[in-house]
């Protein structure tokens, strides 16, 4: 251009999911890859029929500007859900309807974090929540997650140690990449230290309707008021609606609508009509949310079968309780962005883990989506995935680590 | 909160436009405010027949994940088209759709100015413009808009006594809000400019198919690669759509979809696919677009006609050609801000100028939307208009300064 862009932007790295998403688009390649929900629970006879009611109810309100804040039946229907969920009121006047949850994540980062300001974000990372903290010109500042979840006790000392974060970022049920809960009691230690120190958690959680098991667990907005919950219906519907939400606490209201009458004057009327409706018959609803737990349990318990079969001790990762996600360890020296390309050329695609790193990337690790697939083919991709590892394994026993350095600085996704 | 927030956020102010939104509901009210289309233009039925062609054919396509850049057949279509209007290639790689013309405003003064980089933008301006520009932390520089446009001259010499602007916006075509078409000599000269001073123009043009009378005009684009044509469906189509997009300079391409994935990961792709089906029909369309510059043109006339009636030679107002809207000056010391709260009592709404200024407002402007309205409701609103004026004019003939200067410190729009 001859031009300085603005260097926030230019700086932002394209995420590693979206570019293989061409790729999985390859005929014949079975895709570990991305988030997508399978596309067989799609309910689109209902969508068309939502979408054929609401024309012909209120055209008008489908078609024409609509508020900022969202359509007003949705935002009524979301205030409930989150009262109920998490025992505390609900305004609807604290509700704001996004394009997807990615965008309620963009507006609030823009408003709780100046340039400069530090958001903690989880180590491994959503994606998305690095590159809207990075585009906000906010640095992201890792703290890592265990089988627990978020390790709030580290975070506890490092806030005591004089770390003042604008807001804290965190995936709490069935998180991506690694599939882990926070903890109930550390759910509430989080929404203390909210409190205490005076910080905004930025509370996502668009799995928490896929549990195989248990009771559902309370959000951290059961604790504080200074909790910014986030919803999607991308994983309980269909992500091409763009409808997520976020709950908000009063004193944001204000500036994010006003953010996002800069962003896009409002998310899509026909999209939160269509949800509207399907959301307001409630037992086709909870149906349909039991429908996808089925579905989605039998495919996790496909691919942890699948792979303790295929690896055996050599990859290390737990069974998913629910979300879309398995996240896995090899403990056999692998470097799965080295395995990336050959698993690629095998007809099978994964995330390396290294992607999810804000400091110094664990590279034995990946994140295996059982959510796209069918069992059958989630058996089938791991058996291509076992192919590639043996050849990048038996390469590697060869290997110099010349070839392991050069591996390295290759690209590990292909840019789209 | 007890948290600061980032400035640049909790210093937007709401649009004046999406305010009036809420008051212009009320039961009775008749609206020239906002650039509401008119709700019996929408092709509600053809749009609900190309949903449901979109999800029979491929429900997986219109539900799924899709790519951020935008649905394929959709931006093959706009760069067809964007080429044509502008005599030059457009590679479908360099569109972008995007959430209305105002998310493609958003991601492009986001990827080209920095916080405190300088935007020209016009006097008066598109709200959503001005919006944009201080959500980037960009500063907004007016430049005056006369009959034919930006005031392109005054640029050049701006630029020459050194102005250094990281874009310069302008609606090219039926300018928001004053009406007016940008010159041809002078779209010339601004993409001449852009070359010379190393700016990006951002060209906002969503009125262009809605001519009355005359040949289109090539866009700026023609002249120059340095410039960023932004275009909508929401005039043409539906609002609640949401779509809109971008032709980007090639070097802008890679910046603004990684924002894009960091905004919203990807436009709704139900609404992409619902346009994509309705364009395909290249005779329905242009027949759908013929009706449409008929009625508006009926509007316009109509608006023209009773306000000629009604103020005679107390209010100065063009005829539109185009577009939506009217811009009117009245030069009888009416100030359109303190006329404001009397008209939407008396059960009318217009957007007073002084909210379109950048620097010091000429008061006694003010928008009129012809879009909104039938003639007949058009005729009934300039009457009670009228009203509102003799009230305010007695008032102030009467009345003092200070009654004038207190009108001036109270808010001119309702918050919402």
Known sequence: MGQSLNPVVTGLRSSAIRDLLAVTRRPGMLSLAGGLPAADTFPAERIGQAVHRALEADPTAVLQYGPTEGYPPLREWIAGYEAARSGRPVDAGQVVVTAGSQQALDLLVRTLAAPGDLVVVEEPAYLGALQAVRAAGAVPVPVPVDSGGLDVDLL?????????????????????????????????????????????VIEDDPYAELRFEGDPLPPVRSWSDRVATLGSFSKTLAPGLRVGWVVLPEALAGPVVRLKQAADLQTGSLGQAVVAELVADADWWQAHLRGLRVAYAARAVALHEALTRAFGGRLAVGV?????????????????????????????????????????????????????????????AVGRLLVAHDEVSSGWSRGSREASSSARCTPSVPAS
Do not use: K, Q
């Open 320 to 380: 998913p309780r629910g979300g879309m996600f398995a996240w896995g360890r090899f403990v056999d020296g692998t470097d799965t962005a080295s395995l990336m390309p050959v698993a690629l050329d095998r007809g099978v695609a994964f995330v390396p883990g290294s992607e999810f790193f804000v400091g110094a990337p664990d590279r034995a690790t990946l994140r295996l989506s059982f959510a796209t697939l069918p069992p059958d083919g989630l058996r089938e």
């Open 156 to 200: 506890a000392r490092r806030l005591a140690a004089g770390l003042r974060p604008a807001a804290v970022y965190t995936v709490t049920t069935f998180h991506n990449p690694s599939g882990v809960v926070l903890a109930p009691a550390r759910r509430r230690r989080l929404a203390e230290l909210a409190e205490r120190h005076g910080f905004v």
